[in-house]
């Protein structure tokens, strides 16, 4: 959405979604939910016919009522950073929590930089005529209801908002009970604000009031929602693919690696790595692991560790990682557990692999298949590594952290998806759409 | 498949699947299954890396090795046509699941139209060049394992493999119990041929011999199987859909509409409905319902009803049908399970709406979203309906039947989906595909 790439921010902690085993809705909680999924896709065709100039506008209309409204939005925040305190939340979350007048500004400019974008409706994918004179398009259409579960990052609930009506969708939203507050106010914003533009209240709804029996009657309303895509950490979104009778888009989780070859040179390997471990942590494309060819152990080793010990990072190595390691920088022993950990902290495992075959095989092993990096000058490893590694996104030469939707040009991005069907890395407007065939004929039956 | 739309075939009445509540699988066939699916992911990547020429090289060993073995297979088909006798199996259901060497050579004959199709693998969807000089490539790959629960056809069996293999992905096959000797030979030859390429033999298997109990554990098979397809009946299609943990894609189910306006040409009108409706019955892709214009319904139902009484079609009708139609012509009173029924047989629901708004509300309320089709002059009702029906497809003046991978030029299908993630429509190759996003540089950090 931003520039700081929100979107790709995960908690290793998550707070007050869906993270437990969830019990079952119950039938009056899975009435109201259904009814309020039932008046998303009531109102969607309003958004879904709209006009790229109506959809913009109304954009533009969110973002001043927020801004309108800013003062109020603070003092409803206030109440669930006093929650949050006397529940111990960690200065980190409550920051994540934290809404000011400039935070608000912000997240309104993102919604005026989402109106800003071509319209995915109505791109033409595929066309031709067929022998029989049928003249076939296929073309980008809204998906219809997308729902959106995530944690206690009320931006969230204004960056969804803005991406499904944008892509023409009716959205359903259910954020973490932590900022229960702030965005129960911002989906009211938001509504009254769609309804002075004209288009039905109903586009924007939030199911916060059904709390987690809510969400899981949100993940069992099949036929009434279209897409359902989790953000947060890595408990709320295996809930939500594990429970959802919905089509459901996993994100997120991000094991990401970098290997550095025997041919890489060495300045750039070490930028690299910094760059992937150190230059923003708790988000999903920053590096896990660290895998060094053992014909450059020797030299490269000695330099990267006290680098990233340097920078605070918590060491984790083989043994021919530790025996490379200068006197001074520890290195923990690593075990199978730091090669499936996503830390999300200042902390990383180093591995000495026998060649690019051996890293990808390491990495087709632990990878979450998020985001995956080579350094090297040696083009056939390039190749290799690029084709035989099985993830979202692949990198050469250049840093994990650019996967990502602004990055990419994508504009923006609802998240990341590290699964193969539909969307597979970075989710941008297209991904919130589907596509409809239109055949035109002049009388044609099929013989 | 072929033309003649083999992958559009529902049943009513599906045999030997998973139809009935599925029963948790056992410790030991979960575990059989998933070392099964290991095995395929194992293998997968041995075709995903293979050239196009690897591939369709396959391809025609398969289709030679089905005819070579033709007799073998004749021969076990027998045991299943005399085991679905015993069982009483209808004459229709029997003549799907009949294998002759005629039949054999037309299922080998499709394999190698396969071969001639363009290779999805490697294409590239989108490309740019970003500001810091990052080149970025969002290419075709192939998923890895596709998961297919089917019906008593064993041409699927084929079918399914082609498709797979030639999109780079190892298959796993459930056919219909009822199918079991035919799909196991057949499984058997394919994976023998695969082996004589020096192609992994893991690369199709079958879960055949565990039964329903082992379907199950493949739909529960959630980080082994990368994408599952059902294709059959609609209880077939559902069980899948809710049990399923991996990705799956809904297909087949089709409640299609044909909309008569007032500015219709009355012929057109009649060739489209009657082909729609008649050309092929208990496909996916026939019309269920007519919706006809009240302006013009007292001077097109006298006609198009007879029209289709003499073609032995049940008519079921609302009030201003019945009335409409002539003296001996029998319309039974339609209700609201006529509306919602996918009839797959010489049977059609007709009802007399207001206008093309009225159309599209009927539509919406009880199409499965697969294919709607519109009769009219009228260029703004054109676009009205195009617009206002959500489904996969939308037929202007062009018979319903039209809607199939091979009408569309896709060249095969594995199934139509009704659903809107993914793929929707007619899946073919490129539906069995990922993307992965590459992105090269030379030495690009984030700042």
Redesign the interface.
């Given at each position: 959405m931003t520039t700081t790439s929100d979107a790709t921010t995960t908690t290793a902690a998550p707070h007050g979604a869906t993270t437990a085993p969830p019990a079952g809705p119950s039938p009056e909680v899975t009435a109201a939910v259904h009814e309020i999924a039932r008046r998303a896709q009531a109102a969607a065709?309003q958004i879904?016919?709209a006009t790229r100039a109506v959809k913009d506008a109304a954009l533009h209309a969110l973002a001043d009522a927020l801004v309108e409204r800013a003062d109020a939005i603070v003092t409803a925040n206030a109440e669930d950073l006093e929650r949050g305190r006397q529940n111990g939340m960690s200065p980190g979350l409550l920051d994540r929590l934290t809404l000011t007048p400039e935070r608000i500004a912000g997240i309104a400019d993102a919604l005026r930089e989402l109106a800003a974008l071509p319209d995915p409706v109505g791109e033409v994918v595929r066309g031709?005529t067929?022998p029989n004179g049928?003249r076939?398009t296929?073309t980008r259409?809204p998906?219809?209801v997308v729902g959106m579960i995530y944690e206690a990052r009320p931006n969230v609930t204004v960056d969804a908002a803005g991406l499904g009506l944008k892509s023409g969708n009716a959205v359903i939203l259910r954020g973490g009970s932590a900022a229960a507050s702030s965005n129960s106010l911002i989906v009211q914003v938001l509504s009254e604000a769609l309804e002075a533009q004209g288009l039905p209240a109903d586009l924007v709804q939030s199911i916060d009031a059904y709390g987690r029996e809510g969400a899981v009657a949100l993940m069992h309303a099949?036929g009434l929602v279209?897409?359902l895509v989790p953000r947060g950490g890595a408990d709320l979104i295996s809930t939500v693919?594990?429970e959802s009778?919905v089509?459901v888009?996993e994100t997120g989780t991000g094991n990401c690696h970098v290997f550095v070859d025997a041919a890489a040179?060495p300045e750039?390997a070490l930028?690299?790595v910094?760059?992937?471990k150190t230059?923003?942590v708790g988000v999903c494309n920053a590096a896990e692991t660290l895998l060094v060819h053992r014909d450059i152990a020797s030299t490269f080793l000695p330099t990267v560790l006290p680098a990233l010990a340097a920078r605070d990072v918590v060491l984790h190595g083989d043994d021919a990682v530790r025996a490379a390691a200068p006197a001074g920088v520890r290195v923990d022993e690593a075990d199978d557990e730091d090669w499936a950990t996503e830390y999300l902290a200042l902390e990383l495992a180093v591995k000495v692999v026998d060649d690019v075959e051996d890293a990808i095989a390491h990495i087709r092993r632990w990878s979450s298949g998020h985001t995956e990096a080579v350094v090297t000058n040696d083009l056939a490893v390039?190749d290799r590594f690029?084709?035989?590694v099985?993830?979202?996104?692949?990198?050469?030469?250049?840093?994990t952290?650019?996967?990502d939707g602004g990055?990419?040009?994508l504009g923006a991005e609802i998240g990341i998806s590290t699964?193969?069907?539909?969307a597979?890395?970075?989710m941008g407007l297209a991904e919130l759409t589907?596509?409809?065939?239109?055949?035109?004929?002049?009388?044609?039956?099929?013989?």
């Open positions: 065709p879904a016919t031709s067929l049928l076939l296929q259409v998906m219809g099949r279209d897409l693919v594990r009778k089509p888009v040179d750039m930028e690299i910094l760059n992937a230059q923003r390039a690029v084709q035989g099985d993830s979202a996104a692949v990198m050469v030469n250049a840093s952290r650019f996967t990055e990419f040009g699964q193969k069907m539909h597979r890395g970075p589907t596509t409809k065939w239109v055949v035109r004929g002049d009388g044609q039956v099929r013989g």
